[in-house]
C-alpha cells in the first residue's frame, strides 16, 4: 500500500507450564465464503472466515482492565519493557466486527470508513485478512500461472477514499510462537512493502522500533474515480524486519512499486461514474461505470518468456473487467513518455518504477507467490497526501482538496466499499462465461 498506515499487533499470555492462558471475551470470526476453481469441474466453494488485525482487538492486563497499550499509542513501559514480560502480563479481547464496521454476509464483505459512536462520526478504517477453514490459520493464495476474481462496489468511495484488496507475504499462522500463541486467529503479523513500524512485530513487542516489510501484490487500490494495481517487490523473502535506511524509500521494498492506472497512462474515459447531463454539467461516459457493480480479474502470467532461463518467471500481470456480461480487456498505454502495453510487463516497471528493477521485479514478486500469500481487504483515507497519488492531477479527476479526510467525514460520512464473490484458480477459470470481449 502507498501509505504508512497506523497499525498494531498484540501478543497473547505464554506461562512457564506451557499453557495459554485465558484469553478475556472470545473471538468470533465473521464467515465470508470464497471459491476456488478449475477449469474443468468449475468452482468449489470455501468455509472461510475473516478476521480484523490485532489492533482491533483489545490488549489488556490478564488480571484487569489496565491498558498494555500499543494501538494508538506506545506499549505499557510497566506491562510490556519486552518480549516476555508482554506475553505474561497481557491478553486480548474479542473484536467487536459490527462497530469497526466491518459486515459479512455470504460471500459478501462490507467495510465502512467511518461509525458513529456517541453521537460523533467516528473514523474506524478496518483492515481485515482471509482465513482458512479451521480459523486458525490465515487462507494462503498462490496465485502464480493463475488469477484471482472478485465483484466490487466502489459506488460509495468518493475522492480521497481507497478500498483495497492484496496480497502480502505474511506469515501463515501469524507469527503463532510461545510468546503469541494466537496468532492468525486474532489477526497478528501484518507486513507490507511501506514497512510500517508496529508496536508488535512477527508476534512480539517491537522494542527496537523496527519495520514489517514484504512483498506485496495490489489488486485494486480504488475509489469510483480512479483505480490502480501494483506490484511491490522486497529484497527479502518473507516478514523482514527493518532497521534504518533499510525502511526507507530507498530501502528493502519498492515503497511506490510498479502502477498501472489509466487515467494517468493516458486514458480518461475508461474509467469512471457514468452520469445523465444536467443544467451544470455535461453527461459522462465511462467503459467501466463504478456507479455500479463490476468483476475485476488480475491474471499473473509467466508465459512469452524469452528464454528458457526464464521458465516460470511472472513476466506480466494482466487485468480484465466484466460488466454486463462483457469482458473488458485492459484499456492500453497512450501515454506519450510510457511504452506501449496494456499490463504490468518489465519493460512497463522499467520506465516508471525506479527501483522496482534492482529489487528483482516481476520475478520477485513470483518468487513471493510461489511461497504463498495472504488476502487482504482495507478501506482508508490519507491526511498526509489527501490520495492524490491515486485520483488528482496526472492520477485522475479529483482536486487537490477533495481528499481531505476531514472534508470527506464531514460530507460522506457513508462512504463505504463491498467485496463479492471472490474466487481464484486457474486461468480462465473465474469470471464466468461472457456474452462479448471487447
Known amino acids: 500500500m502507498w501509505y504508512l498506515q497506523f ?13 495459554a492462558q485465558g484469553i478475556g471475551n472470545n473471538e468470533v470470526h465473521p464467515k465470508l465464503s470464497t471459491e476456488k476453481c478449475t477449469l474443468k469441474d468449475g468452482c468449489v466453494k470455501q468455509d472461510t472466515s475473516i478476521v480484523l488485525d490485532a489492533s482491533f482487538h483489545g490488549l489488556r492486563h490478564i488480571n484487569g482492565t489496565d491498558k498494555c497499550g500499543g494501538y494508538g499509542g506506545s506499549l505499557s513501559k510497566q506491562l510490556c519493557p519486552d518480549h516476555e514480560s508482554c506475553a505474561r502480563n497481557c491478553v486480548f479481547d474479542g473484536a467487536d466486527y459490527e462497530g469497526s464496521g466491518v459486515l459479512a454476509n455470504g460471500s459478501s464483505l462490507t467495510l465502512n470508513m467511518y461509525m458513529q459512536r456517541d453521537g460523533n462520526t467516528t473514523s474506524v478504517s478496518p483492515r481485515v485478512y482471509l482465513l482458512d477453514a479451521e480459523e486458525n490459520n490465515y487462507e494462503m493464495l498462490f496465485l502464480k500461472n493463475g488469477e484471482i476474481s472478485f465483484d466490487v462496489d466502489v459506488s460509495k468511495l468518493v475522492c480521497g477514499m481507497n478500498g483495497a484488496m492484496y496480497l502480502a507475504e505474511m506469515n501463515k ?78 530501502g528493502v521494498c519498492d515503497k511506490s512499486g510498479c502502477a498501472y492506472n489509466t487515467w494517468r497512462l493516458g486514458n480518461t474515459t475508461y474509467y469512471g461514474p457514468n452520469k445523465a447531463a444536467t443544467s451544470d454539467s455535461a453527461a459522462s461516459k465511462f467503459t467501466i461505470d463504478t456507479t455500479r457493480p463490476f468483476t475485476v480479474t488480475t491474471q499473473f502470467l509467466t508465459s512469452y518468456n524469452p528464454s528458457p532461463i526464464w521458465k516460470g518467471m511472472l513476466n506480466e500481470v494482466r487485468r480484465l473487467y466484466v460488466q454486463d456480461g462483457i469482458v473488458y480487456e485492459n484499456s492500453p498505454v497512450t501515454a506519450p513518455d510510457m511504452p506501449p ?41 490519507d491526511d498526509r497526501q489527501f490520495m492524490n497519488w491515486l485520483d488528482a492531477g496526472k492520477a485522475g479527476p479529483c482536486t487537490y482538496e ?23 484458480g486457474e486461468i480462465g477459470s473465474t469470471y464466468g462465461k461472457a456474452t462479448k470481449t471487447v
Open 7 to 19: 497499525a498494531a499487533a498484540a501478543v497473547w499470555l505464554f506461562v512457564s507450564q506451557a499453557t
Open 173 to 250: 499462522t501469524g507469527a503463532r510462537s510461545a510468546l503469541n500463541p494466537a496468532g492468525a486467529r486474532y489477526g497478528t503479523g501484518y507486513c507490507d512493502a511501506q514497512c510500517p513500524k508496529l508496536p508488535f512485530i512477527d508476534g512480539v513487542a517491537n522494542i527496537a522500533a523496527k519495520g514489517a516489510c514484504c512483498n506485496e501484490m495490489d489488486l485494486l487500490e480504488a475509489n469510483a474515480l480512479a483505480s490502480s494495481f501494483t506490484a511491490h517487490p522486497c529484497g527479502h523473502p518473507g516478514v523482514f524486519q527493518c532497521t534504518g535506511d533499510q525502511c526507507e524509500s530507498l
Open 341 to 381: 502495453g496494456d499490463s504490468l510487463r518489465m519493460s512497463h516497471c522499467q520506465a516508471g518504477a525506479a527501483v522496482f528493477e534492482e529489487l528483482g521485479g516481476l520475478t520477485t514478486s513470483g518468487n513471493a507467490m510461489d511461497r504463498g500469500q495472504v488476502l487482504v481487504f482495507s478501506i482508508w483515507n
Open 402 to 424: 477533495e481528499g481531505n479526510p476531514e472534508v470527506i467525514r464531514k460530507n460522506n460520512p457513508e462512504t463505504s466499499v463491498t467485496f463479492s464473490n471472490i474466487r481464484w
